[in-house]
């Protein structure tokens, strides 16, 4: 079986404040096999837009450790170069955590779409904010 469509999500953390909440939810898409966990990159930018890229176990105590039962396939592929480029974006005193992940659940389907000779032109994903948003203007 070949490999699913791979995504980076950025997210930002306004005042430079992890918490423990994103990695359990992350465990529960590793351990259902909706996901394989590629990759994470934590950084932080201070209030002179000094910018830092943390490990792991350079986190604050308290947050730190739920994200260290997370089972990373590829350390490493998310790199200095990639925290350059968001850093460009991150408001100072701010921090970002990216995570990428292979769709393992499209897996199947990827595969099907080779075995059909066809080709994916374009793949669009619509942030839940988004979505969010329009269908409560059209209740």
């Known amino acids: 079986m070949g490999l699913g469509p791979v995504d980076v999500v950025i997210i930002d953390f306004p005042g430079n404040k992890f918490n423990g909440q994103i990695a359990p939810a992350i465990v529960d898409l590793v351990a259902n096999g909706t996901i394989r966990l590629i990759d994470l990159l934590f ?3 201070d209030a002179d837009g000094v910018v830092t890229t943390l490990a792991i176990e350079d986190l604050d105590p308290a ?16 790199d200095a170069e990639d925290a350059e480029e968001i850093s460009e974006d991150l ?11 292979e769709n393992t659940w499209a897996a199947k389907f990827t595969d099907a779409i080779r075995a059909s000779e ?13 979505v969010n948003g329009f269908l409560e203007l059209n209740k």
């Not at 408001?91 to 992940?101: D, G, I, K």
């Open 43 to 45: 950084v932080s930018k």
């Open 63 to 78: 947050t730190g450790p739920s994200f260290l039962s997370l089972d990373i396939s590829f350390p490493g592929a998310l």
């Open 91 to 101: 408001a100072p005193n701010s921090s970002a955590l990216l995570v990428a992940f």
């Open 118 to 130: 066809a080709v994916v032109v374009d793949q669009i994903r619509i942030p839940a904010e988004v």
